[in-house]
């Protein structure tokens, strides 16, 4: 199984919204909606702020959103903030029951 | 609330197996699904593999020669062992819920991370 595709580096300036993509392929985010997203700041343990493509766990701001076209799963913040500066990774199910991530996306706010 | 947290060696030799423990607090182990997943230095996440509390399991294809991981639900702890070591293993590995019965399939719940080193 491949890596899913993710730009390396997406930058926004506060208040602005930014959106990063996830491509895989028919075998992973094309044929299930199981995407995930991850939040990390350096040092911490990843942090879960998307599942099953669009929804928040409880405690998640709305200022993180996430959808699936295909197979291309995309996050958005809007309303950035300086805290939203950390890596992001997209994770999604396979076939034969594995589970693949992407290769991150380092946000930077300017 | 639910809790994880890995424990094991920090260095180990090339060619040796790694042994790794997740202890899980605040709830039980029974009905869901528990994975590892590993850091290299700088890099990406990697699935390594999840078992299921019954003790079905599923690996990641490039590591399945060398990966076994194990659940004791009397202990509330699963357990990951890699063999045949080199220096490309060396990383930080989390241990995480991956949801079950009553949770969606998500890697909700992370253990802080153990970073391990492997060299001579």
């Known amino acids: 199984q491949s890596a899913l595709t993710q730009p390396a580096s997406v930058s926004g300036s506060p208040g602005q919204s930014i959106t990063i993509s996830c491509t895989g392929t028919?075998?992973?985010?094309?044929?299930?909606?199981?995407v995930s997203w991850f939040q990390q700041h350096p040092d911490k343990a990843p942090k879960l702020m998307i599942y099953?493509?669009?929804k928040r766990p409880s405690g998640i701001s709305n200022r993180f959103s996430g959808s699936k076209s295909g197979k291309t799963a995309s996050l958005t913040i809007s309303g950035l903030q300086a805290e939203d500066e950390a890596d992001y990774y997209c994770c999604s199910f396979g076939s034969s029951g594995t589970w693949v991530f992407g290769g991150g996306t380092r946000l930077t706010v300017l | 609330q639910v809790q994880l947290q890995e424990s094991g060696p920090g260095l180990v030799k090339p060619s040796e197996t790694l042994s790794l423990t997740c202890t899980v607090s605040g709830g039980s182990i029974s009905s869901y699904y528990w994975s590892w997943i590993r850091q290299p230095p700088g890099k990406g996440l990697e699935w390594v593999g999840h078992i299921y509390y019954s003790g079905t399991t599923s690996y990641n294809p490039s590591l399945k020669s060398r990966v076994t991981i194990s659940i004791d639900t009397s202990k509330n702890q699963f357990s990951l062992k890699l063999s045949s070591l080199t220096a490309a293993d060396t990383a930080i590995f989390y241990c995480?819920?991956?949801?079950?019965?009553?949770?969606?399939?998500?890697?909700?719940?992370w253990g802080q991370g153990t970073m391990v080193t492997v060299s001579s």
């Open positions: 099953e493509g669009a």
């Open positions: 995480a819920r991956l949801g079950g019965w009553d949770l969606p399939l998500a890697f909700d719940i």
């Open positions: 028919s075998t992973d985010v094309g044929s299930y909606n199981l």
